[in-house]
């Protein structure tokens, strides 16, 4: 869509309590909360008990989040979790600040992250579960080098908050020859 697109314009730099109230801010967004399993109003608490969390489970090895920095602006959120070094494998989530929306932001913080997975842990796989009616998200990830393993209704497995939506399950392994389309 829009055409500011660079190789290099992203870079992601570890979740701080610094961050709060860019995380605060820009949650509180319909538009963004309409595909991500938050419920706004979302308060400053809960903004702050979030990051703390992260922060936690980074320095446990379980989780490891990074705002997303645009031309260094603030400009979006994506994250590791579950990681698990025995099965090689771990999970992925991202959100964009609206007014940073098709700029090509996500799709070059997914690739960074993915990198950071494979390189930095020797994960072999990266999963994440995307709405079906997320177009914008699915396209980042086929990008990406994710591709659809399956669809299934969301009986409780994702989120309380899409019970009953349609999820594609999608992943993409380290050697895989879909790379980067
Ligand atoms: C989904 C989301 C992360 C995309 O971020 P982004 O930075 O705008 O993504 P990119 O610019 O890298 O790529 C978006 C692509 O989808 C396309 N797109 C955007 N809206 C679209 C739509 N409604 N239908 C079809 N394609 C669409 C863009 O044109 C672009 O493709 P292109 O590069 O071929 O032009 C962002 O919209 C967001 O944060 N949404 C709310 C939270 C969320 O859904 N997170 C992901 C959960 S899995």
Not at 24 to 48: F, G, K, Q, W
Not at 125 to 145: D, E, H, I, M, P
């Amino acid at each position: 869509m829009t055409s500011n697109k660079t190789e290099d314009f992203c870079t992601l730099v570890p979740i701080g309590i610094e961050h709060l109230r860019f995380v605060h801010e820009n949650m509180n967004d319909n538009r963004l909360v309409d595909t991500y399993p938050v419920t706004i109003p979302y308060s400053a608490d809960e903004a702050e008990q979030y990051i703390i969390n992260e922060i936690k489970q980074r320095g446990i090895g379980n989780r490891y989040a990074f705002i997303i920095k645009y031309n260094d602006v603030f400009a979006g959120l994506c994250a590791l979790y579950d990681v698990d070094r025995n099965m090689k494998s771990a999970k992925l989530y991202y959100w964009i600040a609206v007014k940073f929306w098709n700029r090509g932001v996500a799709t070059e913080a997914v690739k960074k992250i993915k990198d950071y997975a494979f390189n930095s842990f020797n994960i072999q796989q990266l999963q994440t579960g995307v709405l079906v009616r997320n177009t914008a998200s699915v396209k980042v990830l086929k990008k990406c080098g994710f591709v659809i393993d399956k669809e299934i209704l969301n009986t409780g497995q994702y989120h309380d908050k899409f019970i009953d939506h349609r999820f594609y399950e999608m992943s993409t392994c380290k050697d895989s020859i879909l790379t980067y389309i």
